[in-house]
């Protein structure tokens, strides 16, 4: 699995979106598709069995969706729902069986054909963990998850390496979860473990009460001070660079039609403030366009970083494939743009390799 194959799958998501889809339509259209990006060939059945049957105890002739096979043997077990059906704990039993019968598959899956949830068994031998450790979302895809991906594809298969980092991919995806819930309401105990720190007298309720306010904007200020001192790396370095010369001001007559936003500028400085690790940030040059706004590396429109697509209700950051095509992803906002730090990276790194 590449780039190019997330995008793929990206784009029939939004094909298909607002259409109804039954279970069958799902496993055709969006789960087959899944599973031919991992590598495998699905018209294979010594590959990709359909309908594989997984008799559990007294329980005979029970199917499961896919069964992924590597000699002979199911390694990963596909439960698909329809897509749009929410994907919770209560709809991880059948798969939970289905595991338990064949130890050789260290990986089940639950699926609607959008998200993805990957489960194993990290807490009890051959028992599928009532938790996942990782989810995907092609809709809204993470870069940090294609690693993990290309371990589970046909030509990579590395199960050691998926299962070792499985564990950490998994309690670090429940400590953010607690730690979100924490940040938007804390906990008796949590407040209390700051205002022990921070306040010198008793902890009374009073004092519990006063400090649940301030650890939340205390947090929250935090998190805002990281990344404001980003952009501000960026903003000096920005003016230091910035050329006032005549010549400057000397633009084409239709680039008066091109409107740079204030949002646009301060994504081209986010931007710069996340590469300044790998390139010198006077290098990262904006140039904007009628219908996107370019991400340049010296200046030059034969090294395009990335593209931004602000102008319409929803944002998109557009990066260039290997076969030069662009794949635009969706962002919610411009802190979206700290998770895309590797895409970015490869982009300026690709041009001195």
């Known amino acids: 699995m590449d780039h190019s194959a997330v995008a793929n799958l990206s784009s029939r998501i939004k094909q298909v979106a607002g259409q109804q889809m039954n279970e069958a339509m799902t496993k055709h259209s969006l789960v087959l598709p899944f ?5 495998y060939d699905i018209f294979n059945p010594a590959e990709v069995a359909a309908e594989f049957t997984a008799d559990v105890g ?17 390694v990963m077990m596909i439960e698909c729902k329809m897509c749009g059906a929410a994907l919770d704990a209560g709809k991880c039993n059948q798969l939970h069986r289905y595991f338990m019968t064949h130890p050789t598959a260290k990986i089940g899956i639950l699926t609607n ?12 031998p051959n028992i599928m963990d009532a938790k996942p450790f990782m989810e995907v979302d092609f809709s809204a895809f993470n870069e940090r998850f294609l690693p993990e991906l290309q371990k589970l594809t046909k030509d990579k298969w590395d199960i050691d390496g998926a299962l070792s980092s499985a564990s950490s991919l998994k309690y670090v995806r429940e400590v953010k979860k607690v730690f979100a819930e924490e940040v938007a309401n804390p906990s008796d105990g949590f407040v209390k473990y700051f ?4 306040y010198d007298g008793s902890i009374t309720a009073k004092v519990r009460e006063l400090f649940s306010t301030i650890v939340r904007r205390a947090i929250n200020e935090y998190i805002n001070d990281q990344i404001n001192s980003r952009l501000d790396f960026a903003k000096v370095d920005e003016a230091a660079s910035h050329d006032v010369s005549p010549q400057a001001e000397d633009v084409e007559e239709d680039k008066a039609e091109v409107i740079t936003t204030e949002e646009e500028r301060t994504a081209y400085l986010t931007i710069k403030a996340i590469l300044h690790k790998h390139v010198n ?3 990262v040059v904006m140039r904007d366009a009628k219908s996107y706004c370019a991400i340049l590396l010296d200046d030059n ?28 992803i969706q962002i919610a906002g411009l802190d979206d743009l700290f998770l895309h730090e590797e895409r970015l990276k490869a982009a300026v790194e690709g041009y001195s390799a």
């Open 301 to 328: 429109n034969r090294k395009p970083i990335c593209r931004l697509y602000f102008n319409g209700k929803k944002k998109f950051v557009g990066f260039f494939l290997a076969d030069k095509t662009e794949e635009k």
């Open 113 to 124: 054909g959008v998200k993805y949830l990957f489960f194993t068994d990290l807490e009890q």
């Open 35 to 39: 599973i031919q990006s991992l590598g």
């Open 281 to 283: 940030p006077a290098r």
């Open 195 to 198: 205002a022990s720190r921070a």
């Open 58 to 74: 007294t329980k005979k002739h029970e199917k499961i969706d896919f069964a992924i096979l590597r000699e002979g043997q199911p």
